[in-house]
């Protein structure tokens, strides 16, 4: 019987672990934790005598609050012995701004890393990562394994340099004796209603988005139930390092822009980047990447054959459009 | 305002932001959610519109289709279950039974080609979706007659020792290579695809540069060649798949007239990958190729300068522009050589020596320059 906390579950995927969790007999106490205030999806699981659900709003990035957190009596007395990280992701996410050069996503992976190790009880850690991490080569779809080489060069895309920090916090702990880390990176997650997250060129509100003509890279997908599958697997395993994991599914951009209602529109990749440039000395790097980043130009799948050996994990969810009782098409995912 | 608010990016009074606007209604109950798909890659449309302007339709009919699709009218199913293939009765090449040819390109091949096609359709993935490194059977069943009809009509390519190509499992196909534009590679693969039994789609591992081209990195990953990084090859090869391999890489296309068919510089990589797989390598000739636009000079200082990997000048190139570069309809004689059997004598650790890589390259290089000058 594993007793968890889950980090940021007040967002999309966090929410989507906590209620998985919650249903799995293996798991005894759950402590959840969010920026926000518990989202009523939680209210059903407060019931009970004695409880074996607990909320609590904290700021993620600060020390003092982290401390104060992990020394409580409630943390105690809820006998915590695992922790799922699930850095942010959701549109609040987006307008992070940087402390220094350690943006807050980073600033949190840290403070959590720093307190699982320090405290007694916890022996594992399960890192919701990002697949977004690794430097890809030209073409239209590269076949990437844990091994294949992280995006350490020095002008990553400004999205995307949090999670490769995270990523790096996280790696170097694979090896610690005391605490096990199974560090999960994940392509794009997309769930029912046309939700996605992760994917720098897609994340964020709804609404058209330019890619560069002629480039129509292939995305690994996985919908959001798998993704939670996939951290319930991690927590019973005994398996420590990176997975990759992936969904049934690879799909081009375009045809993923159209499903999730971010319509991709291709402009010559010249204008693209003359504007890109143009903008990004008026207002700064991002818009540059956001308008001709290495992900509207060249794709990858995700090789998970370790996932599958490691963790006994394998998609069960379908992504597709179905239509909807109103006669429209959305994205859904079903089980296979 | 909070300062944590502020840090989250959040307006006093917000409350909980929804992520996107509040979702439609749920998929209608009783049906299966995924009946209805109207959605597709914009390659495979435009191969459909393609095909539909060779047929000889209106545009305004075309256009009232796609309409009609976009309204959810026609739609097609979505495909991920594929369907249950008994493998133990699977027919024999003869045995296939043949539909009436369905449109235009179908009609530009012969019963045999289509018999393949047939064929080849169980180990491709199923339509409308994609394998791991891009590639759709749709793009695949659309280009083929093309590259059939360059085949047997244009580049009259004859073919011999076919034998050595192992009908199934992993192996490393090494060729030489030449010709400005990579039609050697495309023409060894239709030639292997129609001289192997069952028929094998071999996947040619292309130059990164490629990746970089707008719409061909798109075309090329959808008709199976693949871009050659370490990831992509191991992937390939532990799938089982045939792997077309090109050692001499850029400088094998831009070498001039003055040194065709003499074999450049290797790279390595395919025989430590072939080492570690433990994969024959099978050496093979391609004639023809560096006659198909022989190149009297490359402006290199221009190649830099354009970003390109060469600036030739051929006989018809830059004279008649674009059209300069497309190839001469020169006869391509193909002749594959006997498997080199690297994993009876290493193990997959050999991979990690250097100089016996080193040493091995050089050795299935002299093996393709020894059928090279035997042939022409």
């Known amino acids: ?336 | 305002m909070s300062k944590f608010d502020e840090r989250i990016g959040r307006a006093p009074g917000d409350g909980k932001k929804p992520d996107i606007e509040p979702p439609s209604p749920g998929p209608a109950l009783g049906s299966d959610p995924f009946e209805a798909l109207n959605d597709g890659d914009p390659l495979e449309e435009w191969l459909d519109a393609a095909e539909r302007l060779l047929k000889g339709k209106t545009a305004s009919g075309a256009s009232q289709e796609s309409a009609a699709a976009g309204a959810g009218a026609a739609v097609r199913e979505f495909p991920h279950t594929p369907p249950v293939v008994d493998l133990d009765e699977e027919p024999a090449l003869s045995e296939i039974e043949l539909p009436p040819p369905a449109g235009v390109l179908e009609r530009m091949l012969d019963a045999n080609a289509r018999r393949r096609l047939e064929a080849l359709a169980e180990d491709l993935p199923a339509e409308g979706s994609y394998d791991h490194f891009g590639l759709s059977a749709k793009a695949v069943r659309s280009a083929f007659p093309l590259l059939y009809t360059l085949y047997r009509l244009y580049f009259r390519v004859r073919s011999e020792g076919h034998q050595h190509i192992p009908s199934d499992g992993a192996a490393v196909l090494v060729a030489n290579h030449g010709g400005l534009l990579p039609f050697d590679g495309a023409m060894a693969a239709v030639d292997i695809f129609l001289h192997t039994d069952p028929p094998r789609l071999a996947r040619a591992i292309v130059d990164l540069w490629a990746g970089t081209l707008p719409f061909v990195n798109v075309f090329f990953a959808r008709v199976g060649q693949v871009i050659g990084t370490h990831e992509n090859f191991t992937a390939l090869l532990g799938e089982g798949n045939l792997v077309l391999t090109f050692p001499e890489g850029i400088d094998g296309i831009r070498k001039p007239i003055n040194q065709r068919y003499q074999l450049q510089h290797f790279h390595v990589g395919f025989v430590e990958h072939a080492l570690r797989a433990q994969a024959p390598i099978v050496p093979f000739a391609i004639l023809g190729s560096d006659d198909q636009a022989p190149i009297l000079y490359d402006v290199k200082p221009l190649a830099r300068w354009l970003g390109l990997p060469v600036a030739p000048i051929t006989p018809t190139f830059p004279w008649f522009g674009p059209l300069g570069l497309l190839p001469y309809p020169v006869n391509y004689r193909i002749v594959y050589g006997e498997p080199i059997q690297l994993h009876e004598r290493f193990e997959p650790d050999a991979a990690e020596d250097a100089r016996l890589v080193h040493e091995l390259s050089a050795q299935v290089r002299r093996t393709v320059q020894r059928l090279v000058d035997r042939s022409r």
């Open chain 1, 1 to 336: 019987m594993r007793n968890v906390l889950v980090t940021h579950s007040d967002e999309p995927l966090g929410r989507r672990v906590v209620k998985l969790l919650w249903h799995d007999e293996r798991i005894g106490n759950i402590f959840a934790l969010g920026a926000d205030a518990a989202p009523r999806a939680f209210d059903t699981f407060r019931a009970g005598d004695p409880p074996r659900f607990a909320y609590a709003r904290i700021d993620l990035a600060r020390h003092r609050p982290m401390s104060d957190f992990f020394h409580s009596s409630q943390f105690r007395e809820l006998e915590i012995d695992t922790v799922i990280h699930v850095p942010q992701h959701g549109v609040a996410s987006e307008g992070l701004p940087l402390a220094g050069n350690v943006s807050s996503r980073a600033g949190e992976a840290r403070l959590v890393l720093e307190h699982a190790l320090a405290t007694r009880s916890i022996r594992s850690l399960v890192v919701v990562g990002s697949a977004f991490v690794y430097r890809l080569a030209p073409g239209n779809a590269n076949h990437l394994s844990e091994s294949s080489e992280l995006d350490l060069g020095p002008d990553p895309a400004p999205g995307l340099r949090p999670w490769i920090d995270c990523d790096m916090l996280f790696h170097g702990e694979i090896g610690n004796p005391r605490l096990r880390v199974a560090l999960l990176r994940l392509p794009t997650v997309v769930a029912s209603g046309g939700y996605v997250y992760l994917h720098p060129g897609l994340a964020g509100r709804a609404g058209p988005r330019l890619r560069p003509l002629g480039f129509d890279p292939l995305c690994a997908v996985i919908s959001d139930k798998d993704a939670a599958r996939a951290v319930q697997a991690a927590i019973h395993s005994d398996a420590a390092g990176a997975f990759n994991l992936s969904g049934r599914e690879a799909i081009p951009l375009s045809v993923l822009g159209r499903w999730t209602r971010r319509p991709c529109l291709p402009v010559p990749g010249l204008l693209l980047r003359a504007a890109g440039a143009g903008l990004g000395r008026l207002l700064g790097n991002p818009l540059r990447d956001l308008l001709d980043g290495p992900h509207l130009r060249y794709g990858f799948t995700l090789d998970t054959s370790r996932a599958e050996r490691e963790l006994g994990f394998q998609p069960q969810y379908r992504i597709g459009l179905a239509r909807t009782g109103d006669g429209g098409l959305r994205l859904e995912t079903a089980r296979a």
